[in-house]
């Protein structure tokens, strides 16, 4: 089967009409995701072909959503939850942090919660408050979720298929700026075995003198960075880390000791980010292979902005830039 060109959401889209298809025990549950098709459209026709029992509309309550999911995953079901913006997860916190991800731990491994939680996040499309935030360091804080964040539609087709086949509990980041950004997908179930598995790292530009690791939105930033880096001679590795819990160290260790650098970056706060655990630990174990501190990029320490200011807010190429020319110096 030829690869199809699609945006990031067609592929969402394709992804749970798949699951849907192909196991009656997969629900998608959430505001606004049947008639409306979800806000940004994920979930456009899904209700139509599959009936309001698998795909339902719900109250705007986010405890009781994530928490109605966890009863129906205990009773054999996997339900998949859209929570509505980034910024509506946090009445579902309790849920997620004192049940979803303890009662593996807590049944002494007799019980298995396989729900996704998808959740749009980060800036970049001029929302109002609440609607771009980058929580994804409070839940990969979380022992007992895993945490991932596709860049490119092929990858947001195959990690969510992934991750309902998941037994443990999973939040999906999804970068709603790049829902619209095109990219080919292979939607021939054989190409599922040539897919590398969600909680691994990839290799998505090759380079020599330094290495850029990202994830979700910040990736494409990170390739176009890389780009310009390229018309000044700099010779850049970017590493699309794809998951946020587990992190795979491993690929960036491989990375950062052929290279001798590492810049991390991310839309979320540098304060206390996934970043600031990744050069943590690349200082730890490839300390006598860097030949400059591990430095970070992302946003400020504040609250997210108006939309008039998301753009000084979040980092961009020549904030990245600005970085690689900081470990290069050295």
């Known amino acids: 089967?030829?690869?199809?060109?699609?945006?990031?959401?067609?592929?969402?889209?394709?992804a749970l009409r798949s699951v849907l298809a192909s196991d009656p025990k997969t629900l998608v549950m959430g505001e606004d995701v049947g008639r409306l098709g979800g806000v940004f459209r994920v979930t456009d026709g899904l209700q139509k072909d599959f009936g309001e029992a698998r795909v339902m509309d719900t109250p705007l309550a986010e405890s009781g959503i994530v928490g109605t999911a966890i009863g129906l995953a205990l009773r054999g079901y996997r339900p998949i939850?859209?929570?509505?913006?980034?910024?509506?997860?946090?009445?579902?916190?309790?849920?997620?942090?004192?049940?979803?991800?303890?009662?593996?731990?807590?049944?002494?491994?007799?019980v298995r919660l396989p729900v996704v939680i998808r959740i749009p996040y980060g800036g970049g499309i001029g929302a109002v408050e609440h609607h771009s935030e980058s929580p994804e360091a409070l839940f990969a804080h979380v022992a007992g979720v895993r945490v991932m964040s596709p860049s490119t539609p092929s990858d947001a087709y195959w990690m969510l298929r992934e991750a309902v086949r998941c037994d443990d509990p999973v939040i999906f980041f999804e970068p709603k700026r790049r829902y619209y950004d095109k990219g080919e997908v292979d939607l021939d179930p054989a190409a599922g075995e040539r897919q590398p598995p969600a909680h691994t790292a990839r290799v998505v530009r090759p380079g020599r003198d330094l290495t850029l690791a990202a994830y979700g939105p910040m990736v494409r930033t990170c390739l176009d960075a890389a780009e310009v880096?390229?018309?000044?001679?700099?010779?850049?590795?970017?590493?699309?880390?794809?998951?946020?819990?587990?992190?795979?160290?491993?690929?960036?260790?491989r990375s950062v000791r052929r290279t001798g650098r590492l810049v991390v970056a991310h839309e979320a706060p540098?304060?206390?980010?996934?970043?600031?655990?990744?050069?943590?630990?690349?200082?730890?174990?490839?300390?006598?292979?860097?030949?400059?501190?591990?430095?970070?990029?992302?946003?400020?320490?504040?609250?997210?902005?108006?939309?008039?200011?998301?753009?000084?807010?979040?980092?961009?190429?020549?904030?990245v830039l600005d970085a690689v020319d900081r470990a290069l110096a050295h």
């Open 270 to 319: 540098v304060f206390f980010g996934a970043g600031a655990e990744i050069a943590a630990h690349v200082t730890e174990r490839c300390f006598y292979h860097l030949s400059a501190p591990v430095l970070r990029v992302g946003a400020y320490h504040t609250p997210y902005p108006p939309s008039r200011l998301e753009e000084e807010y979040l980092p961009g190429i020549d904030r």
């Open 1 to 14: 089967m030829a690869a199809t060109r699609m945006t990031l959401v067609a592929a969402l889209n394709e």
């Open 81 to 110: 939850v859209e929570i509505q913006f980034d910024g509506f997860v946090f009445p579902a916190y309790d849920q997620i942090v004192t049940q979803l991800a303890k009662m593996h731990a807590r049944s002494g491994g007799r």
């Open 229 to 253: 880096a390229a018309e000044e001679g700099h010779d850049l590795e970017v590493v699309d880390l794809r998951s946020i819990s587990p992190v795979d160290f491993g690929t960036v260790e």
